[in-house]
């Protein structure tokens, strides 16, 4: 059996199965999978119950079983792992505390009461502590901690839960908890921390994937400090709350099926008794549950924020050491652990089944692919990065890197990199990058060696959707997001394409106008507004929100820099929407604008603006005239989304293509997506949106990879 088959309970789940149909036989870990060798009686009943009742947190997705003489075998055993073959095993990615573990921790009769490190087959850390594979204690980072014997026993007995569980421990082997400063230990470093928290301070916490920086989410005073110190202005907070209940008060959440993987999930909001700073100008909260016991024992009736530690900009922190260093003016308190965290994972992150950032819990879980290939090395786009690599039909995509625009990251990525290439025993044969010559990612590409297909931008995030949706096209890709390089020197955004993965032409696209200069352009959407205003002709007023927050000089230079690149980007069409009705003219983050006007649209309102994407010019004199109406930001907010939806499906109709994929980052904002599904819909066409890989840049890699599978290039 192939697939995520091993760390799930596997063999144990096998033993078990075996045992009760008296069969004889073994079962052992290999690195291509499980292997199961059953002589006796009732094999067919032991093949529908294996393939009927798999072990809960396994994935199988190879299955091969053939004939063997009989050779009366006596028993069944867990046979020890195998050295590694040539093929690779997918690792599972870490596992939240299952429900039992959780009574354990909470049973004072139970040896593990209140320890932060407990876990079993079921549940507990797995790839961010393996080191190589197959998945073996002396293979990951519990190799340094030697099991007493009460968890040797465990360990050994097929019967027990943590039978097999390589990161097994308890109080008297296990990791230990400390707290700096003081050194102190145990209970006592937790109660230390709790303390801090509790005194509005801020705690830097080991978790499973790295480090979080916490506080107490409803102390006001807390939360501000954190924002100056990290320097992040604006853009939201995690919050961990204990349970469902917890985070009723807060957001309005569906506890039918939280996923397992337990990311942080966007949700609306109810009430808005959390201090202003949490999540500044936004209608979701970002909740999440403890998902590590340590967690679980740091949280009580109140929230936390939990942040991920770092300064803005740079990676999360991934030993003692670097934490103690890099978050020494950020934190208080530090409540570290002697676990080893091998490969830095940062957490999920889930808006309305889709994800916005796809790493712990989910990475480094593959996506098939169609079909034998070469090895790729797809090393993603800029913002949000994440790489891809692919072996035979799978494709494994990183864990969420960060913002490719410092040397930080770039090293962050190439240790990412290197770990999964020796842990899947991948050798690329070929890399792929954006077109884009000035990302970091592409000229990393280019100085490693290996053959380079350059993929742009927009055909990626097709390519990545058709590729998780199994699709083979050609389709009709509409692309929307804040920036890709056009094939034509322009920053494209606003495409509609006709693309497999493999090629793609590029059928329409929103009107060029001239991008306001350089990274100003981009935080001051106000001149975003302009430029959209003058491109159509339309007079700088005084009375627009727009012009009035542009300064008398400020406005001459914006008019001398409209001539440089043009821009089709629907995010920036977004920040000059949101300039224009008075919302938002200055952005401290990637998207404040375009959230914030989503967050102020009026959901129940059905009227949109007319336009089309060739012919943006009726949409801004609607909204002047709106604005000089005193129309409310709801109503203009909630007609600009259902106008774009309504110009999307006038852009794919015709084009003989009756299958529409909806990506880029500008598909985050559920408004959009759920509008322009329902038109599309209605004119009879099929949808396909993101569900396994982020429609923004974090998905970009995938795309890249599916299309440089099919590209030629010279084999060296
Ligand atoms: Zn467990
Ligand atoms: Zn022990
Ligand atoms: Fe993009």
Known sequence: ??????????????????????????????????????????????????????????????????????????????????????????VSPDLATCGECLADLFD????????????????????????????????????????????????????????????????QCGPRLRFEPGGVEGEAALARALAMLAEGGIVAVKGIGGFHLACLANDERAVAEL??????????????????????RYAHVDAVRWPREQPIVLYPRVHLDLPR??????????????????????????????????????????????????????????????REIHVVCDDSVLRGGIPVRRSRGFAPMPIRLRGDGPSVLAVGGELKATFCLTRGERAYMSQHIGDMENLETLEAFERCCQQMKALFRVTPDVVACDLHPGYLSTRWAQQCGLPVVRVQHHHAHVAALLTEAEVEGPVIGVAFDGAGYGTDGAIWGGEILLADCAHFERLTHLKYVPLPGGDAGVRRPYRMALAHLRSEGIAWDEDLPCVRSAAVNERRIVERELKAVNTSSVGRLFDAVASLIGLRHVVSYEGQAAMELEAAADAGCEQSYEFTLEDPAPLWRALIADGRRDETAGTMAARFHNGLARATVAACQGRGVRTVA???????????????????????????????????????????????????????
């Open 227 to 248: 924002r100056r110190r990290k320097g992040r202005a604006e853009k939201p907070f995690a919050l961990m709350m204990r349970d469902v209940d917890v985070a009723r």
């Open 108 to 171: 004072p009769a139970n040896r593990r009461y209140r320890y932060p490190f407990l876990n079993c087959t079921n549940c507990g850390p797995r790839f961010t502590i393996t080191r190589s594979t197959p998945y073996d204690r002396p293979l990951t980072t519990m190799g340094s901690f030697r099991m007493c014997q009460a968890c040797e026993r465990e360990y050994h007995d097929p019967a027990d839960r943590r039978f097999h569980a390589q990161p097994n421990a308890c109080p």
């Open 662 to 716: 909806l990506t880029g980052g500008v598909f985050q904002n559920a408004l959009l997506l759920n509008r322009t599904r329902q038109a599309l819909e209605a004119e009879g066409f099929h949808v396909l949106t993101h569900h396994r890989v982020p429609p923004n840049d974090g998905g970009i890699a995938l795309g890249q990879a599916a299309a440089a599978r099919l590209a030629n290039f010279v084999r060296q």
């Open 277 to 338: 700073l949490v999540a500044p100008g936004q209608a979701n909260l970002g909740i999440f549950f403890p998902y590590s016991p340590l967690h679980r024992l740091l949280i009580g009736d109140e929230p936390l924020v939990m942040t991920s530690g770092n300064r803005s900009d740079e990676p999360i922190a991934r030993t003692n050491g670097e934490a103690q260093q890099r978050l020494r003016d950020l934190a208080d308190g530090f409540l570290l652990h002697d």
């Open 1 to 90: 059996m192939t697939g995520i088959v091993q760390g799930v309970g596997f063999r144990p789940h096998v033993y078990s199965l075996a045992v009760r149909l008296g069969l004889a036989g073994f079962v052992a870990n290999d690195s291509g999978g499980v292997t199961i060798e059953v002589e006796g009686e009732r094999l067919d009943e032991f093949e529908g119950e294996l393939r009927a009742h798999p072990p809960p947190q396994a994935l199988i997705d190879g299955w091969w079983s053939t004939v063997l003489p009989a050779c009366d075998a006596l028993g069944f055993a867990i046979h020890e792992s195998e050295p590694p073959a040539e093929e690779s095993t997918p």
